[in-house]
């Protein structure tokens, strides 16, 4: 099965830095992703590591490595906005479906 | 394209009471699935299909909940005798055959 842990919640200033990282137990996978949930909202695509290494998009950047069964993303330049959850998921190789960790609440202050 | 759409977008009904909820998917997309959510939680996998065939089902699919896309275009998810147990988010998402799922805005339905 998969398991996914990543801290239930964050709090930063505008401006900052936060990294959320995502643990995972897993027999295999094709690749780490996050997605961002605004409260009431649906999950949206933010990034996706299919080989290790660091994927840039924008103030958002998310790394993986296997070796170490971890990922995280990163949130630069902290934004109001950018209060929400973010969830880490992979999809297990020979199946379909998405497997979610509980989400981290990321609250950005003034 | 205006992305993947649900209907209704709330649901209140009484417990016993039989609901059913349409997905529309982007289309061309012929990847479908559906999620269940609850508060404090991600999204947790319900059912796949891929066009018009229905390739998996979780474990958390009881007999009381069926699924349907008959034309490979939108899907159905009808839940019978609805339980308070059943109240949280109904999620749908779509994707072409890459890892990347485009969610709808959800049913949010509560069993009173």
């Known amino acids: 099965g998969q398991s996914l842990e990543q801290p239930s919640e964050v709090t930063a200033v505008e401006g900052a830095i936060v990294q959320i990282n995502c643990t995972y137990q897993?027999?295999?996978?094709?690749?780490l992703s996050w997605y961002q949930q605004h409260d009431g909202g649906a999950p949206t695509f933010l990034s996706y590591n299919g080989l290790d290494g660091l994927e840039e998009t924008g103030r958002f950047s998310s790394f993986l490595s296997r070796s170490d069964s971890y990922g995280y993303l990163l949130l630069q330049e902290l934004q109001m906005k950018d209060s929400a959850s973010y969830f880490c998921a992979v999809r297990p190789r020979n199946d379909y479906k998405l497997s979610f960790g509980a989400g981290t609440t990321v609250t950005v202050r003034a | 394209d205006t992305g993947v759409s649900q209907d209704p977008r709330h649901k209140i009904t009484k417990r016993g009471q039989n609901v059913t909820f349409r997905c529309d998917p982007i289309s061309e997309h012929n990847r479908l699935y559906w999620y269940r959510q609850t508060l404090g939680q991600g999204p947790e996998f319900l059912t796949y299909f891929q066009n018009e065939a229905q390739l998996e089902k979780s474990r958390l699919l009881s007999d009381r909940f069926s699924a349907e896309r008959p034309k490979g275009s939108f899907s159905t998810l009808e839940i019978q005798r609805t339980e308070q147990g059943d109240s949280a988010m109904y999620l749908c998402?779509?994707?072409?055959?890459?890892?990347?799922?485009?969610f709808g805005p959800g049913t949010r339905l509560t069993v009173l």
């Open positions: 897993t027999s295999g996978f094709y690749g």
């Open positions: 998402a779509s994707s072409p055959s890459t890892d990347t799922q485009y």
